[in-house]
Structure formats: structure tokens, C-alpha cells
């Protein structure tokens, strides 16, 4: 069975760093585009990032030059790098196939003094 599990959530202050992760089972995660989705309290889904089959990325401006997305294909793993977060950062993180076929069960950042 294919699924996704996010980690690395948490709490942090603004203008910290979070790492996270999204480890894949049961399907290559490289042969796929991924993208990293978040949900804000209150709000819709809202796209965040793109890593395509060929490892091209995309960013939603309001994280350009802010967040990386990589992934490690030995460890079948999709990553975001978090910089400089801001309070308005704070949401359930998503990582799933750009079609949303798939999708993990999220994990937490909260971005707070």
C-alpha cells in the first residue's frame, strides 16, 4: 500500500528554521512530481511548493527565497527546508503527488513568540 508520513513539525519562534520530511512506502517517490500543500486554521489548502520528476522546483511566491524543496531518492524522502519563518507560516503540512492522489496525514508548525 503507498503512503506518505510527514515529521518534523513543531513550534518555533519567528525567524527559525524547521526541516520537514516525508517519508514514502509502497511507490518510487522520484518518478512522481510531489509538491508540499498547507491548511491554516480556518483556511483552504493552499500550494506551497512543486518538485517535479526531473527535479525542477516551484515556489508560491509568499516562500520564494525562503523554503527548499529536495528530496533524497536513496531514502525515498521529500523534504522542506523552512527559513526565516513568520507567524503567518503557521499551518498543517502536507506533502502529496502534485495530482493529490496521495497525500500524507500532516504535521503541525506553529510559528509563535
Known amino acids: 500500500e503507498a503512503q506518505m508520513v510527514e515529521s518534523g513539525g513543531g513550534l518555533v519562534q519567528p525567524g527559525g528554521s524547521l526541516r520537514l520530511s516525508c517519508a514514502a512506502s509502497?511507490?518510487?517517490?522520484?518518478?512522481?512530481?510531489m509538491k508540499w500543500v498547507r491548511q491554516a486554521p480556518g483556511k483552504g489548502l493552499e500550494w506551497v511548493s512543486t518538485?517535479?520528476?526531473?527535479?525542477?522546483?516551484y515556489y508560491a511566491d509568499f516562500v520564494k527565497g525562503r523554503f527548499t524543496i529536495s528530496r533524497d531518492n536513496a531514502k525515498n524522502t521529500l523534504y522542506l527546508q523552512m527559513n526565516s519563518l513568520k507567524t503567518e507560516d503557521t499551518a498543517v503540512y502536507y506533502c502529496?503527488?502534485?495530482?493529490?492522489?496521495?497525500r500524507g496525514q500532516g504535521t503541525q508548525v506553529t510559528v509563535s513568540s
Open positions: 502529496a503527488t502534485q495530482s493529490e492522489r496521495l
Open positions: 518538485i517535479n520528476s526531473g527535479g525542477s522546483t
Open positions: 509502497g511507490f518510487i517517490l522520484s518518478i512522481y512530481d
